[in-house]
């Protein structure tokens, strides 16, 4: 299992740094992986955690295109944010619902 969390976690990473660069096509589909994954999981604080990140990370991206349905992924990060607790997706929670500049 410790295997997929790091899988998990590099779809992640790697999403995000084609975000960046401008690939978002790209991104989708790592954070489309990395969601795939963790949702064969059973519930455990990192899984959530790494839920978090993905969904507003996914969030983010959709919002840098303006690409419609971007909602649910916001609404389920923020949800998994609340209840892991954890201080970076909460803060990346926080910034999103806030109407900030999206931050990767």
């Known amino acids: 299992m410790r295997s997929a969390y790091l899988t998990a976690a590099r779809s992640l990473q790697l999403g995000r740094d084609w975000a960046v660069e401008g690939d ?20 455990e604080r990192t899984r959530d955690v ?28 923020v949800s998994y944010a609340r209840s892991t607790r954890d201080p970076l997706a909460r803060a990346i929670a926080e910034e999103c619902l806030s109407g900030l500049d999206v931050v990767m």
């Open 50 to 77: 790494l839920l978090a990140h993905t969904h507003l990370a996914f969030y983010q991206t959709l919002a840098l295109v303006g690409s419609p349905g971007g909602q649910t992924h916001l609404h389920l990060g």
């Open 24 to 43: 978002q096509p790209r991104a989708l589909e790592a954070y489309t992986d990395a969601l795939g994954l963790l949702r064969t999981l059973p519930p």
